[in-house]
C-alpha cells in the first residue's frame, strides 16, 4: 500500500525487529589481553613489545572500539589476538593505558592541533651541533619548555665538540640546572650511556646535527641513516619515523625524525613557571592575568620579590617565556 491508501494504523506494517541483529553498547573485557608498548608506528599499524621485551615483538592494528584514539610511541597497550609476531600475523591494540607524560608540539605558534611526539618518556635529551650546522638557542629553549610542561627532565647533549667549544653555548641556559653532556666525535659516551641507563629517554634535534650518528654508537644494531650537511647549514632529514630502540641492559632510547620547528601553541605562561616547583607557589601572588614577566610588562608579579638562586632560576625562566613569543622556527 501507498501512504495515501492508509485506513488507520492497522494497516501500516510494523517491523518485528527480529530482522537484524539488535546493536549492543557492551563490549569484551579482553581479561586475556598481555600488555605491551608501542615502539613504531606506520601507516595505521603499530609494532609492539609484549612486557616491555623487545624480543617479543608484534605487529598490531587498532581495535575499532578504540575509535581514534591517538597512538604513538611510548605508549602502554594491552594486545590480543594472534601475538606470535610471526610474519603476516596482525594483533589487535584494545586498551591504551594512561600516559605519565607527553612531549607535545605544535606546527607553529597559530596551529591549535597538538601533536604528541612520544608518550610515558621519563627524559628529553636536546642534541645540539656546536657547528656546522650553527647551534641555535631559540630551538633549545622551546624544547626545555615542552619538557618541563610535559613532565620530562630536559638534558642538553652538544656534538660535533671537535668543532667548537661547548662551554660558551652551555653558559645560555645557567639558572635552570640542566644537565649537559657532550658527544663529539672524539668523545667518550659513558657519560651519556649512563644518564640513558634505565630510562627512557626521547631524542630531538635539528637534522644534520649528528643525532643518528650518536645512536648508532650508543645502539650499534640501531643503523640509522645517516645524512650530510647541506651548503646553506641546514641539515638532511634521514630518520623518517620515531623509534624506540632497546639499550643494551634496561633503557629505552627513542629516535626522533628531524624537527625543524618546535612550535607551542598549546601552552601558557602559567604553565611554564608551574613546571618550576620553586616558583609555582610564588605565582599563586600574582595578580589576575599575569604574564610573569616582570616590569614593565608586569609591574605587579610576585616573582620580582624573590632573591638569591631563585633569583636566577625566574631570569632563566622569563627567557623560555620571551623564547615563546619568539619564531617558532628557530
Known amino acids: 500500500m501507498r501512504p495515501g491508501d492508509y485506513r ?15 546493536r549492543t553498547k557492551i563490549r569484551p573485557e579482553h581479561l586475556d589481553a598481555e600488555a605491551g608498548m608501542v615502539v613504531t608506528v606506520d601507516r595505521g599499524r603499530w609494532g609492539c613489545a609484549l612486557g616491555g621485551d623487545p624480543d617479543r615483538h608484534v605487529t598490531a592494528m587498532r581495535a575499532r572500539e578504540l575509535g581514534r584514539t591517538p597512538i604513538v610511541v611510548g605508549d602502554e597497550v594491552d594486545i590480543v589476538g594472534d601475538l606470535t609476531g610471526q610474519p603476516d ?29 612520544v608518550a610515558n618518556a621519563d627524559q628529553l635529551m636536546i642534541v645540539v651541533a656546536l657547528a656546522d650546522p650553527p647551534p641555535r638557542t631559540g630551538f633549545v629553549e622551546r624544547s626545555l619548555i615542552a619538557a618541563y610542561v610535559g613532565g620530562l627532565t630536559p638534558i642538553l647533549c652538544l656534538t660535533k665538540s671537535d668543532l667548537a667549544p661547548p662551554e660558551p653555548f652551555a653558559a645560555q641556559f645557567a639558572g635552570l640546572d640542566l644537565q649537559v653532556v657532550t658527544a663529539g666525535r672524539d668523545d667518550d659516551l659513558d ?33 640509522r641513516a645517516v645524512g650530510v650537511v647541506s651548503g646553506v647549514g641546514k641539515g638532511k632529514h634521514t ?32 604553565d611554564v613557571m608551574m613546571a618550576f616547583s620553586d616558583l609555582a607557589e610564588a605565582i599563586e601572588e600574582c595578580p589576575r592575568g599575569c ?11 610576585a616573582l ?8 636566577d632560576r ?14 617558532p622556527h628557530p
Request: net charge positive; proline share 6%; charged share 20%.
Open 8 to 22: 488507520d494504523e492497522s494497516d501500516v506494517r510494523v517491523r518485528s525487529g527480529r530482522g537484524s541483529r539488535p
Open 89 to 117: 600475523t596482525l594483533a589487535r591494540i584494545v586498551r591504551r593505558g594512561p600516559r605519565r607524560t607527553v612531549l607535545r608540539r605544535t606546527a607553529d605558534d597559530t596551529d591549535p592541533t597538538e601533536r604528541v611526539v
Open 191 to 223: 657519560m651519556v650511556v649512563d644518564l640513558l641507563a634505565g630510562k627512557s629517554t626521547v631524542l630531538v634535534g635539528h637534522s644534520g646535527v649528528g643525532k643518528s650518528t650518536m645512536v648508532n654508537r650508543i645502539v650499534p644494531q640501531a643503523h
Open 239 to 270: 630518520s623518517t619515523q620515531s623509534i624506540a630502540l632497546p639499550l643494551h641492559g634496561s633503557g629505552w632510547v627513542v629516535d626522533t625524525p628531524g624537527i625543524r620547528s618546535f612550535g607551542l601553541a598549546h601552552i601558557a605562561p602559567a
Open 291 to 301: 604574564g610573569h614577566m616582570g616590569a614593565p610588562a608586569d609591574p605587579e608579579c
Open 304 to 311: 620580582d620579590t624573590l632573591t638569591g638562586h631563585a633569583a
Open 314 to 327: 625566574v631570569a632563566a625562566a622569563r627567557r623560555l617565556l620571551t623564547a615563546m613569543a619568539a619564531d
